[in-house]
């Protein structure tokens, strides 16, 4: 095999040295600058990729300190204005709020002095406000007065004469909180007298004419005398009223009429659905009761959300509040706002103050994150311009995505870009969405890329080319070592056999007659065997170039087929074979050539026989059938595989049973007779098993020679 390589090699220098010259090297030295080519523009892609996403962020980062300037611009406006020079200025906090809760991305607003409790301003209608005291001209007489009329209540519980004293008191004083006190105790000792009606009266008027009023404690005057009331209509047996009232008093609750802290509305809203409960189970119009029912539903829902504001506001005195103030003192231009950011209990706080001009303190607000997250900067992502290859995401400072696809590996990571001021704090992360897209999008349309290809191609195709020629150039030198081999075996056989026959005869060792003329006759038939190997391979040259010629003459192929197997049952060589002959009358004459037929079937008679090497019988017949005459020969020899049905009519080739035998051919015999037949206008089928024998079929059709 390997000294059939260096000659296969050596045989086509020629083709090779061509090859490598014209196309290996060229294409090398092309595609090695192409690579080059490809890899500089590979960086130039990775570099405008990253420009572009630098442009994009900073595009975003501009968007979103335009919005937050603008709420710092009406912080600053609100704080030099001369709503804050008191904290009762409560007429400005309609306009003031309205500059605020119009505005979508804010969460809250907080107004902070020095000593005092943040007010809430689009939560707390106005600030909560401490008792007043009576003055100090009137501390003496009033307060004999109001323990007298305490004594009155408490001790001698004499209701009648306790509300005298509290009523005239409410007639003499100037105070609007006192005076409301006093309405608040005669209505009280009214009710103590049940006189329901003139004590709901009396609570009636608080509500209407004292709606700011707060007790000594600090409770609006207004929100008890509704719980009295509706205390007086359950009393009194008129619970449609008392459900009513109770309703009415939730609502103001719920509406924030009144200004309260976080305990006192859970308090009193608390009290006000327990007097809803207490009258839905004591009234007995059962529409009302189902409507009643309805109506509560929905308000317990508006409850709750206040209670969860009132958590946010909790939240935001705890956690944003005591750290904005040391900011904003700390700042040298009072007018120039703080922004502060805070993450905590998986929440984050984005708070703004800016410093008041009239009074130590500040006002602030604190962004809806959520809100900002989803319709702003979604939006605003979207509608950058990026192109199918990259995605941006933000994530926060630990890593951990709050908007955009979480999955994206790091690797693909273009460029990470964070907000001014790391506010708000995350950081824009920039994506290739797919690792081949940079190399293969852009490669694409570059000239190289095609070049490369191409020259790729070609080398592949010239490999291809080179290989296929060698191994062409190998098969057929096995086929000719094959081949010599067996024509060297097919002439050395019988010119052994003639040349020991001859030694013999010349040496005059040969006396009897009889062995005389058998020694001739196997002489006589060794030549016929060389003569025929010699006509095979001429006339396989013959074809093998065009210039075989056929005489074709009407021939009776039964006395034909008779001839050849009586011949060859005389050769000495065919010893022992039995041949079966099934031959009717009446076959009729066939244009044929007679020699070129006759060593066709002198060819399958021989290959039945090689390759019998157990079992020499063998079965030849002749027949008409529809228009056709078949010749067939049978045999029981070792048969040959499916596989190699297609190939046993190839020249030069054997199959790997017959391979196996001692006795090996040319591999040509079957090539003529294929050739020979379809000459004829026939056609040769083949049936074989494996290990039982094989039936050459030769068909000629008497009509379309």
């Not at 907080?110 to 000593?115: A, M, N, R």
Request: hydrophobic residues 40%; proline residues 4%; glycine residues 6%.
């Amino acid at each position: 095999m390997l000294e059939n390589l260096k000659i296969a090699l050596k045989k086509q220098r020629r083709l090779l040295v061509t090859f490598l010259l014209a196309v290996f090297l060229p294409s090398l030295l092309l595609g090695i600058f192409g690579i080059r080519s490809i890899r500089n523009e590979r960086y130039k892609q990775a570099r405008q990729l990253e420009l572009d996403h630098r442009r994009a962020a900073e595009s975003l980062r501009t968007q979103v300190s335009s919005v937050f300037r603008d709420l710092e611009q009406i912080l600053q406006n609100l704080a030099q204005s001369s709503a804050f020079k008191e904290m009762g200025g409560v007429a400005s906090a309609g306009s003031i709020r309205a500059r605020l809760e119009n505005n979508p991305l804010v969460e809250s607003a907080f107004i902070c002095f020095e000593g005092e409790e943040p007010w809430f301003l689009l939560f707390q209608p106005r600030p909560t406000r401490t008792a007043s005291r009576p003055t100090a001209s009137m501390a003496g007489p009033f307060q004999e007065a109001l323990d007298k009329g305490g004594a009155y209540e408490f001790v001698d519980k004499d209701y009648e004469k306790a509300a005298a004293v509290y009523g005239d008191l409410a007639r003499r004083a100037n105070d609007r909180d006192f005076q409301a006190r006093m309405l608040h105790e005669q209505s009280r000792c009214l009710m103590k007298l049940k006189r329901y009606a003139q004590a709901i009266v009396g609570y009636d008027r608080i509500s209407r004419d004292f709606p700011d009023s707060i007790s000594a404690s600090g409770i609006p005057l207004a929100l008890t005398s509704g719980l009295m009331k509706i205390q007086c209509y359950g009393d009194e047996g008129d619970h449609p009223n008392a459900l009513k009232a109770s309703f009415g008093l939730f609502e103001a609750i719920i509406e924030m009429r009144w200004s309260l802290n976080e305990v006192q509305f859970r308090t009193y809203g608390g009290l006000a659905e327990e007097r809803i409960e207490e009258a839905l189970a004591k009234t007995r119009d059962l529409e009302l009761v189902k409507s009643g029912k309805s109506q509560l539903d929905k308000l317990k829902g508006l409850f709750q959300e206040k209670l969860e504001q009132w958590k946010l506001i909790g939240d935001i005195k705890r956690e944003v509040i005591p750290d904005l103030w040391p900011r904003v003192s700390a700042l040298p231009d009072a007018s120039t706002p703080v922004r502060y950011a805070k993450a905590e209990k998986a929440k984050l706080f984005l708070a703004i103050a800016v410093s008041l001009s009239d009074k130590p303190g500040f006002i602030g607000l604190t962004v809806k994150t959520d809100y900002f997250l989803r319709h702003v900067l979604a939006g605003w992502m979207s509608s950058i311009r990026l192109n199918d290859r990259a995605d941006l995401v933000l994530s926060d400072l630990d890593g951990n995505v709050v908007l955009g696809n979480p999955d994206h590996p790091a690797e693909l990571r273009t460029v990470t870009e964070f907000f001014a001021g790391n506010f708000p704090p995350w950081k824009m992360e920039f994506y290739r969405t797919k690792a081949v897209d940079l190399e293969m999008r852009s490669l694409k349309s570059n000239f190289y890329f095609w070049t490369v290809l191409t020259l790729v191609v070609i080398l592949t195709f010239g490999t291809v080319l080179i290989i296929r020629t060698i191994a062409q150039e190998l098969d057929i030198l096995r086929l000719k070592s094959d081949f010599v081999s067996s024509v060297s075996h097919e002439f050395k056989t019988p010119l052994t056999s003639m040349k020991a026959l001859l030694e013999r005869l010349q040496d005059d060792k040969v006396h009897d007659r009889d062995r005389m003329k058998q020694y001739f006759s196997l002489l006589s038939q060794n030549a016929d065997r060389l003569i025929r190997l010699v006509k095979n391979l001429l006339d396989f040259s013959k074809i093998e170039e065009g210039k075989k010629e056929y005489d074709l003459r009407p021939t009776d192929i039964a006395e034909l087929v008779t001839q050849e197997v009586r011949d060859f049952e005389k050769q000495e060589f065919h010893s022992g074979v039995e041949i079966r002959a099934a031959i009717p009358e009446g076959i009729p004459l066939l244009m044929a050539d007679r020699e070129a037929l006759s060593q066709a079937i002198h060819n399958l008679l021989d290959n039945a026989v090689k390759f019998s090497p157990e079992r020499k019988g063998i079965e030849v017949s002749v027949r008409k059938e529809e228009g056709s005459i078949i010749i067939e020969v049978a045999d029981q020899g070792i048969g040959i595989p499916p596989d190699e049905l297609e190939r046993i009519f190839d020249k030069f080739y054997q199959g790997q049973n017959a391979v196996r035998q001692i006795a090996k051919g040319t591999g040509l015999g079957l090539t003529l007779v294929k050739y020979t037949v379809e000459a004829h206008g026939g056609r040769v089928l083949v049936r074989s098993r494996v290990g039982e024998g094989t039936t050459f079929s030769l068909v000629f059709p008497i009509k379309k020679q």
